[in-house]
């Protein structure tokens, strides 16, 4: 008899006889190019674009379906396998991976199918119900009608009618006349809920700042701090008057005499005075640009320059210019007599005009769609230039002679 031991050497010896190198694999112990074919339970296949395996056998998966090891025709992306068989799903569905059913006549409960559409029955749990007339809290069915028909809702596993009351934390159902607080709920004519506590007190009336009770007709709460007084806004803990002050990074100061500008507190030298970064200035005699105060009337900001717009002009936040000359592009600007701008670019010479994003001589050069031709007074046939004299454009081609010949 061989032995156990050497019976083991001689299976390693076998199974180490196909060995994998360099885009290679083994098939049933024989070396394949991986990228080339295709190993399907033992077999080798030649592989092609979309080729897989179902089982023992190759399959195109832009043409076919795989389904329980048996190869069908696709119908495209709406393909679906229910155990061995392939089906439409948007005209059945597959019920306990076995069972084909058009969910119009039937449901599936479970694995189990069951009469009626899927409109109208559903599943609770193992067993189907009718939605119009039944409720399904947690896998229990209630008839409707107990807990007012159509505005019946589950709160956890209890119905209840929504008209009349409300659910807290999916596990109380309670009238509508009272309100939920944290895991109970509480009478609000008479309490209130403080950090999901009930608390004695109306709820409209009182509210909770942290852990203390306060009055919101007569006090104020800022981040756990009480002052008395109502209306009041906040500045970090301090309660303060909107209609005297105003909060400046976490600090009061005084609406009437003082500014907040860029989170610093300043005076204000008159009632004329706005910020600008961190100094103020006077609209009517100065102006702001970018953060920067310039004494002048009547002028505008070109950047960081101010200019007179009645001598001067600016050129995309970048240049200001005589009024005499024209901007060019966002960094240039030209002088008309002598210059001309085509596409932000800056072309010298009298007379010239532009062709897309260049500059020519009309009196000695042509332009057809962008493109710059010798000869003046030219026409255009598509992209091409012709003397009309002694040629015609003829279905977008410069033919010779000066009408077109018909086919």
């Known amino acids: 008899m061989i032995s156990s031991l050497l019976l083991i050497t001689i299976l390693i010896q076998i199974e180490a006889s196909c060995t994998a190198k360099n885009g290679t694999a083994c098939c049933n112990n024989v070396p394949y190019a991986a990228n080339k074919k295709l190993c399907c339970g033992q077999f080798l296949y030649q592989k092609k674009q979309g080729s897989r395996c179902c089982g023992a056998k190759v399959y195109n998966i832009l043409k076919e379906i795989c389904c329980g090891g048996l190869v069908h025709p696709s119908t495209g992306s709406s393909s679906r396998c229910c155990g061995t068989k392939t089906y439409t799903y948007r005209k059945y569905n597959c019920c306990g991976g076995e069972t084909l059913f058009r969910k119009e006549s039937n449901v599936c409960c479970s694995g189990k199918l069951f009469p009626g559409s899927y409109i109208t029955t559903g599943c609770c749990e193992v067993h189907p119900y009718q939605r119009l007339d039944t409720i399904c809290c947690r896998g229990k069915r209630f ?45 609000p004519n008479k309490q209130f809920c403080c950090n999901g506590r009930p608390s004695e007190g109306e709820s409209q009336k009182f509210r909770c700042c942290g852990t203390t009770k306060y009055n919101v007709f007569k006090q104020t709460c800022c981040l756990g701090k009480i002052t008395e007084g109502r209306n009041l806004q906040c500045c970090r803990t301090v309660a303060y008057d909107p209609e005297k002050n105003s909060c400046c990074l976490g600090r009061i100061y005084s609406k009437k005499s003082q500014m907040c500008c860029y989170g610093r507190i ?122 009309a004299k002694i040629k015609s454009c003829c279905n977008g081609h410069v033919v010779q002679g000066t009408l077109c010949k018909s086919e």
């Open 143 to 187: 008839p409707r009608s107990l807990f007012g028909g159509l505005s019946a809702q589950c709160c956890g596993i209890h119905p209840f009618d929504s008209s009349s009351h409300r659910c807290c934390n999916f596990q109380h159902v309670i009238s509508s006349e009272y309100e939920c607080c944290g895991k109970t709920y509480i009478n």
């Open 266 to 387: 300043t005076n204000r030298p008159s009632p004329g005075h706005h910020c600008c970064g961190y100094k103020t200035y006077n609209k009517e005699t100065e102006l702001c640009c970018n953060r920067k105060v310039f004494p002048g009337k009547g002028l505008l900001c070109c950047g960081n320059n101010p200019y007179d717009p009645l001598i001067m002009q600016c050129c995309n936040q970048h240049h200001v210019i005589s009024l005499k000359r024209e901007c060019c592009g966002p960094f240039h600007f030209i002088n008309p007599i002598n210059q001309i701008c085509c596409g932000g670019r800056v072309f010298h010479g009298p007379g010239l005009k532009c062709c897309r994003y260049q500059a020519f001589n009309p009196n000695s050069q042509s332009c057809c769609l962008g493109r710059i031709f010798k000869g003046p007074g030219q026409r255009c046939c598509r992209f091409q230039a012709y003397d």
